[in-house]
């Protein structure tokens, strides 16, 4: 038996889906409470000291927490190559605003404490305000558009034409997912500096994350609302081939039905939203009762119940076309093939374990408190 046919096809395929959804949650419960702390800086930091306590609350962390970005972005690529193709030259302004954005934020966490001007300062921490804000947006607003299907086609030798533009990515249920990322975020962000900050901080913290934790319910209920009344799902019409070759033009697919249909056929879905909203309002309840470690927990829950109702609801569909449904991308014709699914596999088993403990040792010794007394006498603290 050859090696690779141990795990069948289409198993392979489902992994790989199941391993990017990890990834993804990944980079937004580590990646993401860095970015809610740079959307939080102006408000719950008001003086210089405070905003060297909140940025240095992340400032040992905000590095490695990339790795899960980099890897979902490389996991695409590799596992998934019409996806990565059509998003990242569909969303391209998109991506553009995005990384320029996250440029911004290293080049201020460097930089911003290189002088004492006063206006220098200021400056930086702007950056790292739309360093955080940004992206927390942008992502949200991918989503959306995702959801609602995506104008690309693909020509009979398989070119890709995308006919949507920049601002038509800026639709208003793309824009209530975005605002949703951008809650949800915050929240994080805030659960982080509760745990890790204390004083005025850590206060403002509270109540700004008590709001976010808030708007992340309501906006979360209206997305679904909004889902299930007004954005038709997609739907498979033709045999399904799950061992087949890749190529999304080899079935028939139709703009109609609904993404709530999963949960009818396998109702244990249904955990994927009942996390999403018992974390956040857990996590409000956290915040008030003044819970540190239980609020972060539950913040961490709602970010995978939200994130994993995405890709249930849409689940075979990875990236439906609104042009030609037939072009959706799929789970079962969008992947690369079953040997490059399966080495990628091997090597995933080996080094995604040393990436997790890797990164709880790093928080295990850098856990405890960042203080105003450690930021005023220099007693370790890197920005």
Known sequence: MILHELLDYDTLRVIWWVLLGVLLIAFATTGGFDLGVGTLLP?????DTE??????????????NQVWLILGGGAIFAAWPPLYAVSFSGFYLAMFATLFALILRPVGFKYRSKRESPRWRNNWDWALFVGGFVPSLI??????????????????????????TFFGLLNPYALLCGLLSVAMLVMHGAAWLILKTEGPVAERARHYGSLAAFAAILLFALGGIFLAAGVDGYRITSEINTVGPSNPLFKTAEHAGTWFANYGTYPWLLIAPACGFAG???????????????????????IFGIISTVG??????????????????????????????????????????LIFLYTAWV??????????????????HAY
């Open 139 to 164: 992502f949200g607003v991918a989503v959306g558009n995702v959801l609602q299907g995506v104008p690309f086609r693909f020509a009979d030798d398989m070119r890709i034409f995308y006919e949507g």
């Open 312 to 353: 249930v609801s849409m689940f075979p569909f990875i990236l439906p076309s609104s042009l030609d449904p037939r072009a959706s991308l799929t789970v079962w014709d969008a992947s690369s093939s079953h040997m490059t699914l399966f080495i990628m596999l091997v090597v995933s088993a080996i080094f995604l374990p």
């Open 280 to 302: 956040a309002a857990l996590a409000l309840l956290s915040m008030r009762a003044r819970l540190e470690v239980t609020t972060l927990l539950f913040s961490k829950l709602s």
């Open 51 to 64: 905003r060297r306590v909140a940025i240095n609350s992340v400032g040992a962390t905000w590095e490695g």
């Open 43 to 47: 408000f719950v930091a008001k003086t």
């Open 363 to 380: 928080y295990k010794v850098l856990w405890g408190k960042v203080d105003e007394k450690a930021i005023t006498d220099k007693s370790g």
